[in-house]
């Protein structure tokens, strides 16, 4: 991880799993330390979420090594009946920026609603 994150206040758009989920799909051999250090969450709380993520059919891994791969089932539908038939490839697809994305800076896309 580069540098120490800001601490965050305040409500946001997002769970702590849409989280881990979102940067295990951007690096899917990420260390349990850099998954909680880029979530702001402790790692106790990560390897939690990720028991539920396990649990629930929506990730998998395996050991290579000293460290996991993870694997991520894109068909899975998202739990709450709001996002019916929603699967978690949409979710990432919202929440993971293309590789050619990562080192461009976010342009405005629009005027504000």
């Known amino acids: 991880m580069d540098g120490v994150l800001e601490p965050h ?6 769970t702590n799993h849409a989280r881990v989920l979102a940067v295990i799909a951007d690096n899917r051999n990420a260390r349990i ?3 909680a250090a880029r979530c702001r969450l402790t790692e106790r709380a990560v390897q939690k979420i ?5 649990r629930g ?3 998998s891994h395996t050991r290579e090594g000293r460290s996991n791969l993870y694997r991520i089932d894109p068909s899975k539908l998202l739990r709450h009946p709001a996002e019916a038939g929603v699967t978690v490839a949409s979710l990432l697809s919202l929440l993971v920026r293309d590789e050619a994305d990562r080192h461009r800076p976010v342009q405005p896309s629009g005027p504000e609603v």
Do not use: C, K
């Open 50 to 54: 990720i028991a539920d993520l396990e």
């Open 9 to 14: 206040n305040g409500w946001t758009f997002l």
């Open 33 to 35: 330390r850099d998954i």
């Open 57 to 59: 059919g929506y990730l």
